[in-house]
Structure formats: structure tokens, C-alpha cells
């Protein structure tokens, strides 16, 4: 194998390295930057809305995990009263199928992705971690009058101005 | 008085830096030269195909997302097919060509981190990769904008995708196809005609044409050993058939031809991309399928040109919620074969080339 | 007593004190050197390669992140020190000070200013070429004593590339020797009206490329290529013993720098700035070309880079030589221009004369 180039290519390489030592970096500094992101994300959590909920279950029949656990007992205007709704953050995959399949749009996929614990126990979501409030934002995903209100997603596209 | 020399056996680990993933070979080595070579898989096995058995087809699409991990896209896509065949079931075609669009990108995602992890292994010290995974993170930031999530998309369904494309996702595609073929040139410009990489890979790791077709190997493997072959020509599927592209082949089969058919196919694939976007009709994303869905007996066998080569699904049906056999024909497990030929005769350094050029993923070698 | 009639030669007449003071002086100046500045290349090169790889360096430890090789040598010493049970225990417990200890010497000639080292030693520039040999020892007793056939393998490999790199290493010394006219690295400097990187441009080039394969930076670390055979000699080294390894890769390449910058770039000599100041700025330059070659070509491996060593830098640097000494005898110091253009015309010539006919390293070995 011969040296083809006479030393060319390398040099042509050298050259190239040498050009993005006048780039901008793309790194973020998290904590103290943080990217926004889509609207549509699945993040790392669910958003349980108790009002809508009629306890039918669809979503823990299109769990492909079988991660959450539905107890309800008969009410007294002949409906299902939710005695126990428990997700087990640690099993999720995040597929947003419950999302998808519930009929009566009371479940939502997280918009926070901080979510980490130090213990397994505390990863099972029960009814009151679950209840849509004023700190958790649901995300948009399956969504669409959520995912309308919410900020645009930070792209690299943007970010990385490079001339050409 | 002739040295005794003894071959000695040295165990390239299930940890090792440069095996894509927990792939353990095992080389026989006469000084730096291998003389034999023995691989050992399984490490990442987790039984998809048997737990797949016990799920419906809606709730199988988020465990194909698994199997290569860096190409999820063509795997839900390949997926969705053969459970279509099976049922029947049509697509509209705004979906066919969204899928045809986000398979494509998808390839030059996984392009990008295949080339990349070879160019690391060839000694470069990750800067051409960390200027592919630049461009792969804008790619990752347009998924994340259509389906939520950057790695695991679980977009496709059957009957055709799950979400249909927001308002800023055209105008952003716009920008990457129109940038992405300044970074190809840039990328030939740093390593495609460098002295060092091509005597590292130049001649190296050769798969003789006869041999390829033999052992049923696809992909860029294939092609870079001088077969013409590619599904989206072959066997046309969603709607491949009405845009124009070319299929690079290299000639000789050596490492340096599978980087550079790599290469190639991703500006196919932008060129791709524009006439699909061109062509995107509206209308719906998802024709009507029931939420338990009992396909009629059968079987059927969907594939597709996927980053890695021809992925298939082979399903059987009894008519029940969940499939009674689910099959990948994982392209690499099949490309895998050949190691050992393309190895023995080569060096130590060289079987670390070797290996990457082939790119695996090991979660579709292992299941 | 007859040592005390050695050392006057080697004090400079105009240095206050007895040999002893001198001597103290300087072994302060040279610690405190070599350790501050190998903090500061260790800063450089993390902060220059993430700049190369369109990212930022360590920012975290420290403004800038300037005790961030700080903070590298308190984890490092924190480690728990493992030895391996089979090993050759005292051969493993030497090897980092065999290696150490020579690139340190090296410093004892390196001039910082007119008559300002350790010892004008007027052999400079072989008690350089002589020491720095030492290191290979150290290297390979690492490599035997961890009981371990990748450090071996590594180990070998060492043994063969820092071997063959000593020659067209001392060959193109000559030709800097001979238009000196003298081996003392003091008399080198003082002789550079023009650097001599103008006069003996081939001979800066086989320098530099047989000193990047003696300290074993890219393209010819294969001794510890992360990706093959993960660290190679050190291996099994960890606390401060592979501290000290480490120390041993950035002293020999401040080592390089510090002789490059007296051999080719005139040392210390500059208008307007103090010459320490221009000693720093020539060292942080050298530094800066070695580790931008690092950041962009991949490695060779170990058959190339022999072959590189005796086909092609040995040949290169013998006729260097010979050239250099028929314009030495033959051509009057008036026509120093016409000597740079000569020299930069031959060593295109050959660049080329090379490049077509010779062959990198042998191909698949029949099995």
C-alpha cells in the first residue's frame, strides 16, 4: 500500500481540526443551562387527572409491562370509585400506550425528567404522587390542548450557527 | 536452532472498550498474527422473542425498539409490515410517506454512529465521532420533536404512525437537508483520503464476493463486497418505489469500502428525504384498527433495508391477541458468520477494524 | 578526590558561589519546571482537545478549570494500590521509576538562557539521546512484571517501536550537529542566527515524527491504543504508580518540546520579549503541533510503524545527512538563503521520491 497523498490527506485533516478551534462549543452547562424540551415529550413520569378518571383500566390492559395496579370498588351512582391507582415508575419502559388508549383523556405523560431516587420503593407512584396539580406540567403528548400551551422545544439546528 | 514458538490465547472480553457491546471473541494468536478466532455470544440475551408470545402486536411495537437500539425506527417500521401483511391492513399514504421519511433519517443516525465508532476504533481519539454525534443530535432533536422521546420512538403503529408531524418539524428538516451534505464533505475532508486510514483499512478484512452471498450477509456488508443488492430496489415496500436514488457498491470488500458505502448511503438518503418531503400529500396518519387485534391464521414475513441490512419479521398467527411465534432475522447475527474468515491472517489491531466495519449493535445479535 | 577536579569546566565563569550552590539552584529550577509545566500541558491538552472536538475542556475544578490536573493527582492518589498476586513483584514495583527517572534527566542540558543549565555538558546532545534510551527498560519491565498477556503483548510492541525510532532519531541530530559544529546544546543555541528548522527542514521532520514514536503519542500509541489492547502496558498499574506512568508520557513529551525548541526554533533567542518568556512560548508551540496531530489522524499499526522507521525515516535521514555535510564543506556560509531553498527543494523531491515506491507495511500473512 502506497502513500498515496504525499502527505495531503493529513495535512487536508489537519486543516478541517484546526477550522472548529474557531467554533463556538455546543456543550450546555447543566445545571446552570438547561434545554427546553418538546412538547410531545414522554418524560419521566405520569400525570393522573382524578376527576376524568372513571376507573375503566384501559390503560393497565395496554401496559406492556403491566405496571399499573388498579383497585376500585362499586359507588353509589352506579360507577367505579378509584380506591388504588399505583404506577411503578421502576418497571415503565415510558411507551406512552396508557397515554394513548385512555378514553377519557385523565391520564397524561410527565414533562420533568429529573426524577431520580435513591431508593427503588420510592420510584412506585401512588394515587397522591400522581394527581395532576399546579407544580407537575403534563406533557402534550397525545395531547394536542396541552401540547399547545407549551414552550418551544431548544434544537441544536439553532444552536449551532455555522457558516456555509 | 529454529525459536519454539507456541500460539497463545488471548480472550478479547466481554468488557472491552472496542467490542460494540458485551461481544466476547476469543483469538488464537502466533505472535501478532491471529490464526484463530471463536466467537461468543449471548451475553445480552433477553428473550424478546419469547415475551413477545405473551404480549398483543400493539404492545410488541415498544419491544422491536429494543432489538437495535440505534435504529429504532426501521425496526417499528419492519415490525408494523409484517403484522400489516398478516391482517391485511392498508396505510394512507401521507403515513407511507412519513415512515419513508423517518426511516431514512433514521439511517443517517445510525450511519453516523456506525462510522463514527469505527474511526474511533482505527485510533482517532473520538473527534471524527464526536463531529458525527453532532450531527446525529439534530437528528435526535427531530425525533424528539414527533414522537417525545430520542431513543426508543415507539412511532410506528399498524395502520400507520401514531402522530402526525408538527407545525416546526418541516421548516427544521428543511434546514438539516440543506446543511447535512456540507458536514459529508467535511467528514471526507478530515478522513477520507488520509494516509494512515487508508493503509489501516485499505486491502484489510476482505469478503470475497462468493462468500458474502453465501452466508446471506446484507447491508453495507454486502454492498461493499460488490453486490447490488437492496431491498428498497429488490422488493420495493411502503413507497420506495416512486423515488429516485442510487445504491452505492464498493468493489473489493475490504473495510475502507463498507466506511465508504456508509458514507454514501447517507447522502442517498438526504436526497431521499427531499422527495419524500416534496411529495408529502395530507390527509390522515392512521387508518381505524381494532385495540385487540385477532389477525386471521397465517404467517408473514416482513422485511426492510434497515441501517444494519434486510431485518425481517417473521409472525404466526392463531388467531388470538398475541403472536403465536415472533422471529427477527437480526441482519447482523447473520453478517457475524464471516468473522472468522475475514480475520484469520490478520493482525491483532486488525481485528478490531475488522469487527467494527461490520458495525453491530449486540441487542439484535443477542435478542 | 579527583571529581573535584572535574567540575569547574562545567560552571560558567560568570556564576556566583561554589558548584554546589549551582547545583542546588538549578535541581530547584528543574523540579519546580518540569512539575508546574507538565500540570500546565495536561490543562492545554484537555482544554485544546475539547476545543479541537467543538466542545468545551474541563470547567469545573477551578476557573477555567485550571486545578483540574490538581484534582486528577488527588484521585489518583486516594486509589487503592493493587498489585497482582502472580506478578514479578519487584520488577512491577521498579518499572515506573525506570521509566521516570531518565526523562527527567534530560533536563540537566536543556538551556533556559545563555550558560543558564545544569551542566554544559559538551556531549550535549548524545547524554540526551543516551538517556532517553533508558526509558524502554522501564517500560518493558512494566509490561513483564504484571503478569498479564495484553501487557505483554503491549510490552513487546514497545520494546520494538522505541527501538527502532532511537536511530533515524540520532541520524537527523547530526545533520544540526554538523552545521553547530558542536554537540552542547549551549553552543547549538548560540549558533542559530537562523533557526535551524529553515536550514534542516527534513531533519525537523524526521525529528518530530521519530520523537512522537519514541514518547509514544498518536499516530504511534498503539502501546496503550484504549481501543486494541486496552492501555497495554499498564494495565495493571493503578494509584500512584500509574501516576507516575502518566507523569513519565507528559515529561518525556515536555522533554521533546524543550529539545525540539533548542535543536530547530532557536531556544531561548527572540527580540522583544524576555527569553524565558520565548522559551515557554516555542515549548507551548511544539506541544500544541504534537497533540493537534493527535486529535485528528488515527493510529498505525505495530507492522506499519516499523516499516515507517527502517524504510522510510532511516534511508531519509542518512541521506540527509550526507547532503547536509557536502553543503557544510562545500558551500560558503555567504549563500545561507540559497541553502534554504536547496534543502526545502530536496525535501519535496524526496517527500515524493518516497511516497510513490514505498509500501506501509505488510499485508495477510497465508495461515
Known sequence: MKFEHYGIGVAKGMALTFKHLFRKPITTQYPEERLTVSRRTRGNELVWDKERCTGCATCAKSCPEGCIEIITSRGEENNYIVDKFEVDMGRCIFCGLCVEACPFEALFMGYAYERARYRRQELVMDKEGLLLSGERQPSGYARPKIEAGLPRQTLLLDRDKVKR | M?????????????????????????????????????????????????????????????????????????????????????????????????????????????????????????????????????????????????????????????????????????????????????????????????????????????????????????????????????????????????????????????????????????????????????????????????????????????????????????????????????????????????????????????????????????????? | MAIFNYYPQTLPPDWPGGYWLHWGVFVVIILVFVMAMIMGFIWFERRGLGRFQVRLGPNRAGPFGLLQPVADAIKVLTKEDIIPAKGDKLVYWLAPVVAFVPALMIFAVVPFHDGALLADLNIGILYVVAVSSVGVVGIFMAGWGSNNKYSLIGAMRAVAQMVSYEIPLALSIIGVVLIAGSLSMNSIVEAQDIPFILLQPLGFIIYFLAACAEINRTPFDLLEAESEIVAGFHIEYSGMKFAMFYLVEYCEVLAISAIITTLFLGGWRGPLLPPFLWFLIKVFGVFFLIFWVRSTIPRLRIDQVMAFAWKCLLPLALINMVITGIEVIALPPALLWTVIFLNLGIMAVLVVLWSKFFRLGGGRVEV
Open chain 2, 2 to 367: 529454529a525459536l519454539k514458538t507456541e500460539p497463545f490465547v488471548i480472550n478479547v472480553g466481554p468488557q472491552h472498550p472496542s467490542t460494540h457491546g458485551v461481544f466476547r471473541m476469543r483469538l488464537t494468536l502466533d505472535g501478532e498474527v491471529i490464526v484463530d478466532m471463536e466467537p461468543v455470544l449471548g451475553y445480552l440475551h433477553r428473550g424478546i422473542e419469547k415475551l413477545a408470545e405473551g404480549r398483543t402486536y400493539t404492545q410488541n411495537i415498544p419491544f422491536t425498539d429494543r432489538l437495535d437500539y440505534l435504529a429504532s425506527m426501521s425496526n417499528n417500521l419492519a415490525y408494523v409490515l409484517a403484522v400489516e401483511k398478516l391482517a391485511g391492513i392498508p396505510v394512507p399514504e401521507r403515513a407511507e410517506y412519513l415512515r419513508v421519511i423517518m426511516a431514512e433519517l433514521q439511517r443517517i443516525a445510525s450511519h453516523l454512529v456506525g462510522v463514527g465508532a469505527f474511526l474511533n476504533d482505527c485510533g482517532a481519539f473520538m473527534t471524527p465521532l464526536l463531529y458525527m454525534f453532532r450531527e446525529r443530535e439534530k437528528i435526535l432533536d427531530l425525533f424528539e420533536m414527533v414522537c417525545g422521546q430520542r431513543l426508543t420512538y415507539n412511532y410506528m403503529r399498524i395502520g400507520g404512525v401514531s402522530h402526525d408531524i408538527p407545525a416546526e418539524f418541516l421548516p427544521a428538516l428543511d434546514r438539516f437537508v440543506t446543511t447535512m451534505p456540507g458536514f459529508i464533505d467535511e467528514y471526507d475532508q478530515l478522513l477520507a483520503e488520509n494516509e494512515i486510514l487508508l493503509a489501516r483499512a485499505k486491502g484489510v478484512g476482505i469478503l470475497p464476493e462468493e462468500l458474502a452471498i453465501n452466508i446471506s450477509a446484507s447491508g453495507p456488508v454486502l454492498r461493499g463486497s460488490g453486490v447490488r443488492w437492496d431491498i428498497r430496489k429488490a422488493d420495493p415496500y411502503s413507497v420506495y418505489d416512486r423515488l429516485e436514488f442510487d445504491i452505492p457498491t464498493g468493489s473489493v470488500g475490504d473495510c475502507y469500502d463498507r466506511y465508504w458505502v456508509r458514507i454514501q448511503e447517507m447522502r442517498q438518503s438526504v436526497r431521499i428525504i427531499r422527495q419524500a418531503v416534496e411529495q408529502l400529500p395530507p390527509g390522515e396518519v392512521r387508518t381505524e384498527v381494532p385495540h385487540l387485534l385477532h389477525p386471521p391464521e397465517g404467517e408473514a414475513y416482513g422485511h426492510i433495508e434497515a441501517p444494519k441490512g434486510e431485518l425481517g419479521f417473521y409472525l404466526v398467527s392463531d388467531n388470538s391477541i398475541a403472536p403465536y411465534r415472533f422471529h427477527v432475522r437480526a441482519p447482523t447475527l447473520i453478517n457475524l458468520t464471516a468473522l472468522r474468515d475475514m480475520m484469520i491472517g490478520w493482525k491483532v489491531a486488525d481485528a478490531v477494524i475488522i469487527f467494527g466495519s461490520i458495525d453491530i449493535c449486540l441487542a439484535e445479535v443477542d435478542r
